[in-house]
């Protein structure tokens, strides 16, 4: 499963709008189906699950839904898909992924109710994620 991102590449530029659009929902399609690898490989089971990660992706694709310019469209995603390829590639640490995509702009950790956090936790994310 080392080769994830085998049909991903990046295309000439979108000649409408509407093909750019394409391209943003095949980029989602290929980043959800490439989830169930980046939970194993970083060993995200504890903390956060693949539904869980599939919203922030869809978050992260509609924070831009006011852009209508193709080329600004395609820069976006090549940004985007730069990015997968890095998590995908194990180019970044456990905690980045983390930082980035589970604690988010919530500005810590949800807790899923399988673990109980104790009270130093609890002031150490308050501490370092406001």
Same mark, same amino acid.
């Given at each position: 499963?080392?080769?994830?991102? &085998?049909?991903?590449?990046?295309?000439?530029?979108? #000649?409408?709008? +509407? +093909?750019?659009?394409? &391209?943003?929902?095949?980029?989602?399609?290929?980043?959800?189906?490439? %989830?169930?690898?980046?939970? +194993?490989?970083?060993? %995200?089971?504890?903390?956060?699950?693949?539904?869980?990660?599939?919203?922030?992706? #869809?978050?992260?694709?509609?924070?831009?839904?006011?852009?209508?310019?193709?080329?600004?469209?395609?820069? %976006? %995603?090549?940004?985007?898909? +730069?990015? $997968?390829?890095?998590?995908?590639?194990?180019?970044?640490? &456990?905690?980045?992924?983390?930082?980035?995509?589970?604690?988010?702009?919530?500005?810590?950790?949800?807790? $899923?109710?399988?673990?109980?956090?104790?009270?130093?936790?609890?002031?150490?994310?308050?501490?370092?994620?406001?």
């Amino acid at each position: 499963m080392a080769n994830v991102l &085998r049909n991903v590449k990046v295309p000439p530029n979108s #000649a409408s709008l +509407e +093909e750019a659009r394409q &391209r943003v929902f095949d980029f989602f399609r290929e980043a959800c189906r490439s %989830l169930p690898y980046v939970m +194993e490989i970083y060993n %995200l089971h504890d903390v956060v699950t693949i539904s869980q990660l599939r919203s922030t992706v #869809a978050s992260e694709i509609r924070k831009n839904t006011h852009i209508t310019n193709p080329k600004v469209i395609d820069m %976006l %995603l090549f940004k985007g898909l +730069e990015e $997968l390829k890095n998590v995908v590639n194990h180019s970044k640490q &456990r905690h980045h992924i983390i930082g980035q995509y589970v604690v988010g702009q919530q500005g810590r950790v949800e807790d $899923l109710g399988t673990k109980d956090h104790s009270t130093f936790l609890k002031n150490f994310y308050n501490s370092n994620y406001f």
